[in-house]
């Protein structure tokens, strides 16, 4: 194990060093520290984050930042990522006894394969702390030695200099008088006065030429005041989305990056990035905070976008797993904006003006920054070029416009939209004062039902079409819906319902919501050429299909389709197929999503419109997983429900509505699914409670049975029938369906009550508590899943374990012949459920049980 050499060096009774597991920072970015230690040797201790632990070096004279030292590094164990923050006595007698005070920490990146470099003998990576920044080098000795060697130092960049660690120790806690004494070095003097480093002329040389000039050139532009820069966060200025970008030599047209706003203020020469609701990430993007602290300016705001990669759609999911520390990798500032300049206030400077200054401000920036250009003119020619690109739209800005925090109509924002075709079965009356009808109700294909509601479309009509639809429609359809319309809270009580579809409308949409229905839907255009029957086949239609309406589509031709209507979704192609989940069974990525197609029809009404929450291992289970319960970017088909937490916020959750969907969850490297006891339609009320029998090491599976078996009987006393599975783990679970489904605050009272009289009945077998200590040799009853927004693992999931097992419904007269809670995996449950004649639940969605009164 990753940790064993660390482990086997130190007795922990003797020793304050933490104990530690391998193990990665949920959603932080890998991180560095530099240690004096003060040991039989004196020497620094350097330290990267390489996946769960820290990869360790101990470098006698500490680190240079002369580009022309060379230090011997000596590779040693691996380390807890918890030592980063050890410091303290290691008392004498144990391992490295001596003195540990933290030297400097942050965090680092690289632009290659982590793995690769250590296995090829060179590290190139950059540091991003208080001391030590910019690029550096670790390459491997081929001297022979106990310990392999290596060498380490600094790159020729703008943060090279002549400086030594042992310059830059004003704030390092100090060793102990004896330590120090017997740590001191023959032939050299204890320092007592620590200098920082001196500035290197590279630093000292900035490409600015100084606050006077910068100062003095920006109060030459029209509208430019002196004025101090404001105590509070700037307040970002944000576009109106547009349907097609304004046209004339009045406007300006970027890229529409995809990526983090940011914005920029410089105060005293020290940057902070603050996000849109003005949380500080100069932290988590550290490498541009430090790109930033090279222009030495003393006073600013700047304005941007973080992005990964080129910025555009394809990259946004690179952006989250570098910011998440999924992956290594570098980000970039892209500047757009310049709203402050050493004590100038630039708001009311035209923005084609500000734009020039920012351009040679941003002339000679370090790699980490870039300026956003633009062009004046040909908005078309802009648009379909950003999305021939893959980028997702164009921001078009007026060029004489000054700033205005907020949204506001001298930015306007135009976006690729993906369309698509929908039959009109319906329609709602107008409201207010709005004339003709009030939406359109749109459906699409389905094989089950014939016919499914999607939504409605109300906007992008103008005047003469709402006219014309209403008097084509005026008085027709009835109350009753003639297609299928699937569970949930949208308001149709005034729909009028054709008896059968009765047209076709192309139709702008940004997607499937988390109820099913269309996205943001906007009219596009009547489809005359197209007929109801034409909609079950997506291929079929004349040649013209694709010239209708061609000056507005050609431009906004999706690069990916929202749906293909009429037609099973096809699941994304896997990437890294070859990539091994489980290492130690052989198990790759490719073997994960086949299992999953493989039982994806017995997999999908367990977990089909309930909120989600996932299990994700993108470098396998024996590097960094993380539980994920709400939506990040990235997904095309996953749909996203808006659910109101107990804080009264709102986040999007994920939840699946078909195979397709599914399986783009396995492409993101989800292992685990773990679905709500409600469904979408319905979040408030529990359909399903689950009751987890986690058994203590000690129990015996035997008796973990017993207890299935008395919680069953005990369930049935109360007019309830159970349902049972293996965990996939130690334990087992009762599965108890609710139809009418009850309120979440009565469900958990109801679990709660059933586990604390189950552990009154046999204190000596059951605990009612999460606790750990009070848990030896009893059967936790876990009533906590059954509270609103707590989830279990879905039957035929596999577990993030090893051996990949499998959570499986059983029969109850099966469950006798079961070897443990693990007992089913990845690789016997496909023949098992050949074997089987019919669902070991079959019956639980017909069951008709409510909770007692």
């Not at 639940?841 to 409510?850: A, C, N, P, T």
């Amino acid at each position: 194990m990753a940790l064993d050499d660390y482990r086997g060096k130190r007795e922990f009774k003797s020793t304050p060093e933490p104990v530690g597991r391998a193990r990665k920072r949920t959603g932080a970015r890998p991180i560095f520290v530099v240690q004096l230690h003060h040991a039989s040797h004196r020497h620094y201790d350097f330290r990267l984050q390489v996946g769960g632990t820290l990869k360790s070096w101990a470098v006698p004279k500490g680190p240079s930042l002369d580009p022309q030292v060379k230090r011997m590094a000596v590779e040693v164990e691996d380390h807890p990522l918890d030592y980063a923050g050890f410091e303290g006595d290691i008392p004498k007698g144990n391992y490295g006894g001596g003195h540990v005070a933290v030297f400097d920490r942050g965090t680092w990146t690289t632009d290659l394969d982590v793995e690769a470099q250590l296995a090829k003998g060179h590290l190139r990576f950059e540091l991003h702390g208080e001391k030590l920044k910019g690029g550096w080098h670790l390459v491997r000795s081929g001297k022979p030695a106990r310990q392999p060697q290596w060498l380490l130092f600094k790159q020729d960049d703008a943060w090279a200099g002549s400086g030594e660690a042992d310059d830059m120790l004003d704030d390092v806690a100090p060793a102990p008088a004896e330590d120090a004494k017997r740590a001191r070095r023959p032939g050299t003097k204890t320092k007592t006065v620590r200098k920082p480093p001196a500035p290197t002329k590279k630093r000292a040389r900035s490409a600015n030429s100084g606050k006077s000039d910068w100062h003095a050139e920006a109060l030459e532009l029209p509208g430019a005041r002196r004025r101090k820069l404001a105590a509070t966060p700037p307040v970002p200025q944000l576009a109106k989305l547009v349907d097609d970008p304004p046209d004339g030599d009045d406007w300006l047209h970027e890229l529409k990056w995809d990526g983090y706003r940011l914005v920029c203020a410089i105060r005293a020469g020290k940057p902070s990035l603050l996000s849109r609701n003005a949380l500080d990430w100069s932290e988590r993007v550290s490498e541009v905070r430090d790109a930033i602290e090279l222009l030495g300016l003393q006073e600013a705001v700047l304005d941007g976008e973080l992005v990964a990669g080129q910025g555009s759609r394809e990259d946004f999911n690179e952006l989250q797993q570098i910011l998440s520390g999924e992956i290594q990798g570098t980000l970039r500032y892209v500047v757009f904006d310049l709203l402050h300049l050493e004590g100038v206030d630039l708001s009311e400077v035209p923005l084609l003006r500000r734009k020039q200054l920012l351009e040679r401000l941003l002339a000679t920036a370090p790699t980490r920054l870039a300026y956003s250009s633009h062009g004046i003119g040909n908005p078309s020619d802009a648009f379909k070029a950003a999305v021939d690109a893959g980028f997702e739209g164009i921001v078009s800005k007026r060029i004489d416009a000054t700033v205005h925090p907020g949204r506001s109509d001298a930015w306007r924002k135009t976006k690729a939209l993906g369309s698509d075709e929908f039959a009109v079965v319906g329609y709602t009356p107008p409201k207010g004062s709005r004339t003709g009808i009030g939406a359109l109700l749109l459906a699409t294909p389905d094989e089950q039902h014939g016919w499914r509601y999607v939504g409605r479309v109300g906007s992008g009509f103008n005047d003469a079409q709402l006219a014309s639809l209403g008097k084509r429609l005026q008085g027709k359809g009835s109350t009753k819906p003639s297609v299928h319309v699937p569970e949930n809270d949208t308001d149709l009580r005034q729909a009028r319902w054709f008896p059968k579809p009765a047209f076709v409308v192309e139709v702008f949409t940004r997607g499937l919501g988390g109820r099913g229905l269309l996205r943001q839907a906007s009219f596009k255009a009547m489809r005359a050429d197209k007929t109801v029957a034409s909609l079950h086949d997506s291929d079929l239609g004349t040649a013209s299909d694709s010239k209708t309406t061609e000056a507005r589509s050609v431009a906004k031709k999706p690069t990916k389709s929202v749906r293909k209507t009429g037609k099973a979704r096809q699941a994304p192609e896997l990437s890294s197929p070859g990539k091994l989940l489980f290492p130690d069974n052989g198990i790759s990525k490719q073997s994960l999503a086949d299992y999953y197609s493989a039982v994806m029809d017995w997999l999908l009404p367990e977990i089909r419109d309930r909120p989600l929450s996932l299990v994700r291992c993108p470098s396998g289970i024996g590097a960094q997983c993380f539980f994920q319960k709400h939506a990040t970017p990235g997904f095309e088909l996953v749909s996203l429900v808006p659910v109101t937490e107990s804080d009264g916020g709102s986040e999007d959750y994920l939840a699946v509505t078909d195979a397709a969907s599914a399986m783009e969850l396995v492409q993101f490297n989800a292992i685990e699914f773990h679905p709500w006891g409600s469904k979408v339609a319905d979040l408030e009320h529990a359909d399903r409670l689950v009751f987890d029998l986690d058994p203590d090491e000690a129990v015996a599976w035997k008796d973990v049975i017993v207890a299935a078996r008395q919680l069953r009987d005990f369930l049935e006393q109360a007019g309830l029938q159970s349902f049972v599975r293996t965990s996939g783990g130690k334990g087992l679970h009762l599965v108890v369906p609710l139809a009418p489904a009850a309120p979440w605050e009565r469900a958990r009272a109801f679990s709660q009550a059933v586990a604390e009289a189950a552990r009154e009945m046999d204190p000596l077998r059951y605990i009612a508590t999460a606790s750990k200590q009070k848990r030896k040799g009893k059967i936790f009853i876990d009533w906590l899943r059954n509270g609103r927004g707590a989830t279990s693992i879905a039957s035929f999931s596999v577990r993030a374990r090893p051996g990949a097992p499998v959570a499986m419904p059983l029969r109850w007269e099966e469950l006798g012949k079961v070897a443990s809670g693990h007992a089913f995996d990845i690789r016997n449950v496909p023949a098992r459920l050949k074997r089987l004649k019919s669902h070991p639940w079959e019956g639980i969605e017909k069951v008709r049980q409510s909770l007692p009164d």
